[in-house]
């Protein structure tokens, strides 16, 4: 061990001492910034630490964007199956669309990840957000295409919303404009999506089966066998509620199991409890199958039989739909709702990411290469709109990697590779059941809610928007509804409030008014810091403070942390992440100081 130990030794001296080590700030490699503590080989497997903390996107993502049928076309009658259930037709295409979506997930996130650390050179991964897919399956799209748009303009939504981030991204205001949403509706969001997740784990179509719609309830318990179901309203007779094995099985297997071992911080915890129940249902003599002797699932297992093997992208590739006539308003909506998501989403975790791996100027706020950063997760977001899969966005398991002491961009770009050769294990992917991610999207909902400790309850300015917006994503199932009600009616309240106490001289206001979290619409510099050395006729990346190196210690900051302050490795991703974006927590520190 100690000759390996001193060969692994000289190989990180030597690659720090190349032009490689100098691009990437390897410690030892002379560059001015130079990053204490990292090491190729650590950089390495802090990759493939992030990459099993990521990796359940693959399949979960695959299997929720293929609940909205993708371009698949529906030809029963709508009068006797609304929902296309019975249509084997259709069911052998949608299982040729998940296929698709799971080479396009990996595919995505390989483009991305490895772009992200080669120019950025930040251990961010990246891929599709859980939530925004949720969003787009079932509430833009629609479960089976019964939504608002078709599949072909939704992810035309999803390619001009690449764009316009790129512009803004370009032009220093993304930020900025994160910057102008009040903090509560921040923080009820992350919980929102949280819940609605949660709902999602807990249906037949993409989770446990847990509850279905009801008509003389909202929801109700659920958990028969599939077969039992009423056809018309989907509810489960009352002699085989609870009674589905695999309902069971997900619930110790995939969420008990993956519980303990998170508990314990066991690395790549969620995806064992993903395999686990896999490989349970995989046999085709259980009762718990996933491959019944049906059209269906023969189809399935004949795919599953080839364990490696490259699927091409047949049904989703490049079907954007640019005549959107019929579709204005609810086009324009989707729009403005993944721009405003993907902007809390992305830019506050790009930002608890590098503060976790000591990357934050404290001076100004801002992370290391974050321009460069928001303009690779525009460009994928673009791209991916290309591939047919929702918005691409940062994720928190990044954190994963950074606690085995990722620094640099190698991290990344060594997790990209992973996904890339992920793509040729589809048929793997593409056989693991809704219940083995069931449990899974219920424990990131549990993750995403801890954020409503956070929210400022003591005064109802900003408490009772804050619940309007949570309980609207869960209850109406939209995330839109949600942001637009908590929206409206967070500016509703406190314009009035303001109305009055000018109207009285300030004699009238509120109780708890002293507690309202400030907002002010003084948002610093709209001018990005680039443009400014430009004109100065200095490089872009040009800044006149004084160069310092970045320590080896981390500062993990507002982000999920274990006992003894380390990033949990496997926290499971959150869009409309609670982070406090970078002007905010240069007040807060500056408040505490």
Not at 400 to 414: P, Q, R, V, Y
Not at 566 to 593: C, F, I, Q
Request: glycine share 12%; charged share 15%; hydrophobic share 45%.
């Amino acid at each position: 061990m100690g000759k390996v130990g001193d060969w692994v030794d000289l190989f990180n001296r030597k690659v720090a001492a190349s032009k490689v080590g100098y691009w990437f700030k390897l410690d030892g490699s002379g560059h001015p910034k130079e990053r204490k503590g990292s090491y190729f080989f650590t950089e390495m497997r802090a990759g493939l630490a992030t990459f099993f903390a990521m990796s359940y996107i693959i399949a979960v993502n695959g299997s929720i964007v293929a609940d909205s049928g993708g371009t698949c076309v529906c030809t029963a009658d709508p009068a006797v199956d609304r929902w296309c259930l019975k249509d084997p037709t259709y069911a052998i295409c949608k299982a040729e669309v998940k296929r698709d979506l799971i080479t396009a997930t990996a595919a995505i996130a390989a483009f991305a990840t490895f772009f992200m650390g080669l120019l950025a050179n930040l251990p961010i991964g990246l891929a599709p957000g859980m939530g925004l897919n949720a969003y787009f399956s079932y509430t833009v799209v629609g479960y089976h295409g019964q939504g608002l748009v078709p599949y072909q303009v939704a992810v035309t939504a999803i390619f001009v919303e690449g764009w316009v981030f790129f512009g803004l991204a370009l032009l220093g205001m993304r930020q900025w404009l994160a910057r102008a949403i009040p903090r509560s509706i921040k923080l009820a969001t992350s919980v929102g999506i949280g819940f609605f997740l949660t709902l999602i784990g807990m249906t037949y179509s993409e989770g446990i089966g847990l509850a279905v719609g009801s008509t003389t309830v909202p929801i109700e318990l659920a958990g028969c066998h599939p077969d039992s179901r009423d056809p018309v309203t989907g509810a489960c007779p009352s002699g085989d509620k609870m009674r589905n094995p695999t309902m069971w099985i997900g619930i110790f297997c995939g969420g008990v199991l993956t519980t303990m071992l998170l508990m314990y911080r066991v690395k790549g915890a969620i995806i064992a409890g993903i395999i686990l129940v896999s490989v349970i249902s995989w046999p085709r003599t259980t009762e718990v199958t996933y491959f019944p002797y049906n059209d269906v699932g023969n189809d399935a297992f004949n795919f599953f039989k080839k364990v490696v093997d490259f699927h091409q992208i047949k049904h989703v590739l490049n079907v954007q739909q640019w005549d959107i006539s019929g579709h204005g308003g609810q086009f324009g909506l989707a729009l403005i709702t993944f721009l405003y998501v993907d902007i809390l989403d992305t830019t506050g975790t790009m930002y608890a990411m590098a503060r976790y791996a000591s990357l934050v100027d404290e001076e100004t706020g801002d992370f290391e290469g974050s321009t460069i950063a928001y303009m690779v997760d525009s460009v994928s977001i673009a791209i991916g709109a290309i591939f047919g899969t929702p918005p691409v966005t940062a994720f928190v398991e990044s954190g994963a990697g950074i606690g085995e002491g990722g620094k640099t961009g190698l991290t990344a770009m060594s997790t990209g590779f992973c996904f890339f050769i992920a793509i040729f294990f589809a048929p793997i992917f593409a056989s693991i059941p809704p219940w083995a991610t069931g449990c899974v999207l219920i424990l990131v909902g549990s993750m995403m809610v801890r954020a409503v400790t956070d929210i400022n309850w003591k005064y109802m300015g900003d408490a009772i928007p804050a619940f309007v917006c949570i309980a609207l994503m869960a209850f109406t199932y939209s995330i839109a509804n949600g942001l637009i009600g908590g929206i409206c009616m967070y500016m509703l309240m406190n314009t009035l409030v303001w109305v009055i106490e000018k109207a009285s001289g300030g004699r009238i206001v509120p109780q708890n008014k002293e507690f309202k979290d400030p907002w002010t619409p003084n948002f610093g510099s709209i001018i990005p810091t680039w443009m400014i050395c430009v004109a100065k006729g200095k490089a872009p990346w040009h800044k006149d403070e004084p160069v310092r190196s970045i320590e080896g210690t981390t500062e993990p900051g507002p982000v999920l942390v274990g006992e003894k302050g380390e990033m949990d490795s496997s926290s499971g991703s959150r869009p409309g992440s609670t982070t406090e974006l970078p002007a905010e927590a240069v007040n807060e520190k500056s408040a505490h100081h």
